[in-house]
């Protein structure tokens, strides 16, 4: 199992690239560790490796992925999350706990946040809409990544018009959030409930508008028309 991940360490430190490391690090307010590596050779190389992993359990899958989580290295992390989403018609109900665990203990920056919640657990969570109750949990966490993660782990599937009731519970919860990554978090989550509910998520805005943080309304009413912008606005 080690030898795996020797050796996809090995590729991403071939493909290391200083000025990639460098100007990413530009769209992170938190030191992140970096390969400098662009994503979609970093998509190619988790590809291929999963090839070699069919025979693999569930199990050794998650092992997997932790040891590339705990390195702390954005790529590794990217990789993990490919591999996790990969394997997501065998999830099962204790898979929340492992998510849960990699959320608090390793996520360390928005774009391994997003990456394990809109593909990984919002996957699960459309399998498995009960535990939609746990995220509550994850909003009074100490940890921004916990909170943020209970938003954005509810983005897709609020593109498609399901958990209305949730996202406005979460909002709710959330709404006071000092954290500018967590307003974004919400915000984002708002946003795309209105692709199916817009009317719902207007009026969600217009009645909690004097309280919402400006970051949060901006990203919520972002893809509304300019009239009903407006209207939030002032």
């Given at each position: 199992?080690?030898?795996?991940i020797k050796k996809i360490r090995q590729d991403l430190q071939k493909k290391a690239d200083k000025n990639i490391q460098n100007s990413s690090q530009r769209f992170f307010?938190?030191?992140?560790?970096?390969?400098?590596?662009?994503?979609?050779?970093?998509?190619?190389?988790?590809?291929?490796?999963?090839?070699?992993?069919?025979e693999k359990s569930k199990a050794e899958i998650f092992i997997l992925c932790e040891a590339l989580w705990k390195s702390g290295y954005l790529e590794e992390s990217f990789?993990?999350?490919?591999?996790?989403?990969?394997?997501?018609?065998?999830?099962?109900?204790?898979?929340?706990?492992?998510?849960?665990?990699?959320?608090?203990?390793?996520?360390?920056?928005?774009?391994?946040?997003?990456?394990?919640?809109?593909?990984?657990?919002?996957?699960?969570?459309?399998?498995?809409?009960?535990?939609?109750?746990?995220?509550?949990?994850?909003?009074?966490?100490?940890?921004?990544?916990?909170?943020?993660?209970?938003?954005?782990?509810?983005?897709?599937?609020?593109?498609?018009?399901?958990?209305?009731?949730?996202?406005?519970?979460?909002?709710?919860?959330?709404?006071?959030?000092?954290?500018?990554?967590?307003?974004?978090?919400?915000?984002?989550?708002?946003?795309?409930?209105?692709?199916?509910?817009?009317?719902?998520?207007?009026?969600?805005?217009?009645?909690?508008?004097?309280?919402?943080?400006?970051?949060?309304?901006?990203?919520?009413?972002?893809?509304?028309?300019?009239?009903?912008?407006?209207?939030?606005?002032?």
């Amino acid at each position: 199992m080690n030898s795996i991940i020797k050796k996809i360490r090995q590729d991403l430190q071939k493909k290391a690239d200083k000025n990639i490391q460098n100007s990413s690090q530009r769209f992170f307010k938190e030191p992140v560790k970096l390969y400098g590596i662009k994503t979609p050779v970093v998509d190619q190389i988790g590809k291929a490796y999963f090839v070699g992993l069919k025979e693999k359990s569930k199990a050794e899958i998650f092992i997997l992925c932790e040891a590339l989580w705990k390195s702390g290295y954005l790529e590794e992390s990217f990789i993990a999350c490919r591999w996790s989403y990969m394997i997501r018609k065998n999830f099962q109900p204790e898979d929340f706990r492992i998510f849960s665990k990699w959320v608090d203990n390793y996520v360390n920056n928005w774009a391994s946040c997003d990456t394990l919640c809109n593909h990984t657990i919002g996957s699960f969570l459309e399998m498995y809409p009960e535990y939609s109750a746990e995220l509550k949990n994850w909003c009074q966490s100490p940890n921004r990544w916990m909170r943020r993660a209970a938003a954005v782990s509810l983005i897709i599937p609020a593109r498609h018009g399901k958990f209305l009731k949730d996202i406005f519970e979460l909002a709710d919860i959330l709404l006071l959030d000092k954290d500018d990554l967590v307003q974004k978090g919400y915000g984002w989550m708002l946003k795309s409930a209105g692709h199916a509910h817009w009317q719902e998520v207007f009026e969600y805005v217009l009645a909690n508008k004097k309280v919402m943080p400006r970051t949060a309304l901006r990203y919520a009413i972002e893809k509304m028309p300019k009239g009903l912008k407006n209207r939030a606005m002032h």
